[in-house]
């Protein structure tokens, strides 16, 4: 009765099931589920991954086909009915294209760490994962402005096929290879995507391309005035750093009770708690310039900028070295401003700022790898920064900005008093094109440097 019924709507039971596996390959999971396909649904389906090409082909099929055959025109109807051989040829290259297993050579699950300006090399195994014969086709993904494309042959079940993917002279930044399924014919008349499912084992790998980095040596030890444990003035009311003993207070801890000067006294209720110095931590904050207007322009708006990629440079140099001495690193830079930002309180102090990750070495190298310059009017210059630093972070013991040439004097020392007084604060301006040089303004030491190894003599002119 199936065969009966299946002739007499014209389409045979393998006709049947071809149509219904190239539908199953296109439209989602749910979809498939339902044996019934509607002219209407079918319609839709090839609309889709039609591309202009074959826009054009089918016009050959519906116009000039019919047309050549009203008219007895022979050209016109052998173009329309070779289009639609054409046609019918490209769509069984739409089937297949999700059993594909993808895998990197060495096989990890780490992502991939690179220095600006070294080569990306990496061999990617493609594994036809299925038990079924799977047809050409090819992988794609974004890499930044380029593109990485494998083109996959005919896999036989379990066949894999290797393919080695090399960009040299990488620049820095962070780049996600996410890759996609690109199921085409040989006339490019139809095109299809499919996205991994990453339950299936094809997962995203990122690529993190780290700034340069230059050796600084140890001289950030001279220059801290307040070391990890050293005590202040601040006293308070529970610390390691002993100071003197004060009568009780409702609210005072019973374990910091001294209880010899209690039985000194002699008076019952009457307790004698002692009091201590806060120790400060050596808190090291390095701000990062990020609005464009604190840079030199380039000549072409599309490339890097020179002085920005020095000043990431150089605050990577100095929060690594910072890191290897076991320092507390905080590495900011402002946030573009918001309509709903309000402007007193510290949860509106740490929203104007954001913070980079600086945990580790390589966390910072990681952070590093992602900021870019911004090129709105509402990002928050260095003056505003530095004022959101000096209400935020009140254990900082050091600061050292890092800016373009177009920052001035002026700038600087809006940005010296917005800091807290008493610490050590040193600005790296960064500028390729000029000489280096060392200046101060009022108590803070102003360096240009025009390449990045001069960043430890910086450093080194700071700490005299």
Known sequence: ???????????TTPTARAIRRLVGSVVPAALVSDAKYSPAMVAKTVASVLTAAGWFAVALVLLWWPLGSALRWVEFAIAGAIALLILLFALPFLIGGQNYAIHFEPESTADIRLTAGETFETTVIVENSSSKLEMPG??????GDDQLVIRVPLLRPFATH??????????????????????????ALVRREVRFDPTLGVVDKTVWVHPKIARVGSPLRGIIKDLEGNPSAQLVDSDTSFHAIREYRAGDSSRHIHWASTAKIGKVGEFMVRQFQETRRSRVVLMLAASQTEYAKTVLADEPNPEFELAVSALGSVGYQALSDGRTVTAVM?????????????GASKAALKELKATSKFKLLDSLSDVQLSNKS????????????????HDVSLVVVFCGSTVTDSQLRSIQQNLPKGIGILTVVASPSAATSVRTIEKMKVVTISSLDQISSAIRRFQR
């Open 1 to 11: 009765m199936s065969r009966i019924r299946n002739n007499v709507s014209g389409i």
């Open 138 to 143: 090819q992988l794609e993904s974004s890499f």
């Open 162 to 187: 290797r393919q080695t993917l090399r960009r040299p002279n990488m620049p820095r930044g962070k780049l996600v290879i996410s890759w996609r399924s690109i199921r085409k014919d040989p006339a």
């Open 334 to 346: 402002g946030r573009p401003r918001t309509s709903d930002f309000v402007s007193n309180g510290r």
């Open 378 to 393: 509402s990002q928050r210059l260095l003056k505003e920064v530095s004022l959101r630093v000096g209400q935020t972070y």
